[in-house]
């Protein structure tokens, strides 16, 4: 059990370095010149010597990310082109993307792991092919079209939800179910199939041998082992979760990090980009690794073994 | 596994015929949309903008007073065009990528496995969008780089998945039987690989692929629909979207077709892969 925490923990390490690496090369180095075009005309020499300064680009490129990955641990995200922090706006934005995130793996859960445990009771039930059909549908539909048609036909036209965000949990809702409908639909599959499949396995035969009801032996025995896939796909599909978030973000006016990156993008401010992007990467690598480290309360064979 | 059993499975699955069915009229559209439109999608007249389906244009018009149907069916190459390229890329790099893992083993694969957990480690979007930003494109920029730059994008990020089917296939068949027996005969390792590995690995990766299309062509919509991903000469359904956003409410038309054009192409791309999948997969055919 330890020595899989520490070797879990120190296999993270070079994932974190290497894509927190390729991220900061592509947005500093691949552009050629990052200043050029922040000034109309050449920019005079007093700016570059500031900026050159400032984003430490005279410096190799592989010098330049381990100064910029030591000041981000310290809490310093470097400052925009006009010379303010970037820390500020990202930590206060943060805890919203945070909020929208956390109920869409919410919605995942409780919708999917339901879904695909009432389909899977019974399999080739109209119950069961309507999962299947439905998943299918959601699974068409890209999350940016779900949001636009969510939010006309809920929002502007049956007036159930906000249109746009204003800040509050409640208001978060609707974006977070949408952004979470994708994995939903995943999730549900994986869990039916998984659940089929694990109702043959031997222990599930014993629990209903020795009678228990089957409440108890669904529950307790069937769905606690088929689980373990599905908390693997909720995690691998964390990425794309926070892909979707930007979307959303932009499409119910949500001031989180999507925003912020977007207007970022727009206004060419490579250092806001380059650190939100870093810090969702972070924010995924971690996500996994938490999932990988808590992988032996649900499986004994790694508790154990 | 033979491929005909395969067939015969998938012919008897009506979810698979629809999305036959879908894909062929897309491609057809894609390929010849003069077959489906006599209008020029180039052609706006302003005084026409977010007019209404009408009998002459049964989708209605654009913000610009373009009709939207020729637009909608234009529109349908690019994002063919941007998955199926993209895919075939991931294919060609990841499928190598896998099975080379797979195949050596030792420290081959400890290092082509940890290269691909890196780019596992950037979420598919966030790092398309990394990428469009260090190649940034406008209106000037023409048609072809804008959308080798998307498929660029996709395939940096996008091969690690195929990569790591491919890797267990090889893991699983460099063990069997009949490579031992290839090998005692002297088949060298390409040979092995190309005869022996890679069969086995075409029915998953044919599964995988054909999502991978829907799912290559949903970011594309989207990075469009952002607006850093194809750009205006381009005909995009993203971007007639993004154009639609801001009248949802008056003119829900504008966002209602582009919209039905690109899930059905999607549905119709995980309609296949799915009904693939679960063809080749033993354990639902018994």
Known sequence: MRRYVVRRLAQAVPVVVGATFLVYAMMWSLPGDPLAGRCDGPCPEAYVDRMTAAYNLADPLIVQYGKYMANLVTGDFGVTFAGAPVADELLQRLPVTLQLAALAVAVELILGVAAGVVAALRPGGVIDHLVLSSTLLVMAIPVFVAALLAQTVLGVHLGWFPITSDGSIGSLILPAIVLGSLSTAFVARLMRSSLIEGMYADHVRTAVAKGLSRRRVVTAHGVRNSLVPVVTLVGTDFGSLLGGAVVIEMIFNINGLGTLVLRSIRGGEIGTVTAVVTLLVLAFVLVNLAIDLIYPLLDPRIRLG | ?286
Request: hydrophobic share 55%; with cysteine; charged share 10%.
């Open chain 2, 1 to 286: 596994m033979r491929p005909r059993p395969v067939w015969a499975a998938l012919r008897r699955r009506p979810a698979f015929l629809i999305g036959l069915a879908l894909l062929l009229v897309l491609v057809a559209m894609a390929l010849v949309p003069g077959l489906f439109t006599a209008r020029d999608p180039a052609f706006c007249d302003v005084a026409l903008s977010r007019r209404g389906p009408t009998a002459g244009a049964p989708f209605g018009y654009s913000l610009q007073g373009c009709d939207l149907y020729a637009r909608v069916v234009y529109g349908t190459r690019a994002s063919m065009v941007v998955g199926v390229c993209a895919t075939a890329a991931v294919v060609v790099i990841g499928g190598l990528v896998g099975l080379v893992a797979g195949y050596a083993g030792g420290w081959v694969d400890a290092v082509l496995s940890r290269l691909a957990d890196v780019f596992f480690g950037i979420p598919l979007l966030l790092g398309a969008l990394v990428v469009l930003v260090a190649f940034p494109s406008d209106g000037s920029t023409p048609a072809w780089q804008t959308t080798a730059k998307v498929v660029l994008a996709l395939t940096v990020l996008g091969w690690t998945t195929l990569a790591r089917i491919t890797r267990s296939t090889a893991i699983q068949v460099k063990q069997a039987d009949y490579v031992l027996a290839a090998r005692s005969l002297g088949s060298g390792h390409t040979r092995i690989l190309a005869r022996h590995v890679l069969p086995s690995a075409v029915g998953p990766v044919l599964a995988w692929a054909t999502i991978a299309v829907g799912m290559f062509i949903a970011v594309e919509a989207t990075l469009s629909f952002i607006g850093i991903g194809l750009q205006p000469p381009v005909v995009s359904w993203g971007i007639e979207i993004a154009e639609a956003q801001p009248y949802i409410r008056q003119s829900p038309h504008m966002l209602l077709f582009p919209s039905a054009f690109l899930s059905l192409t999607v549905l119709a791309f995980v309609l296949i892969g799915d009904a693939s999948r679960a063809a080749l997969d033993p354990r639902t055919r018994r």
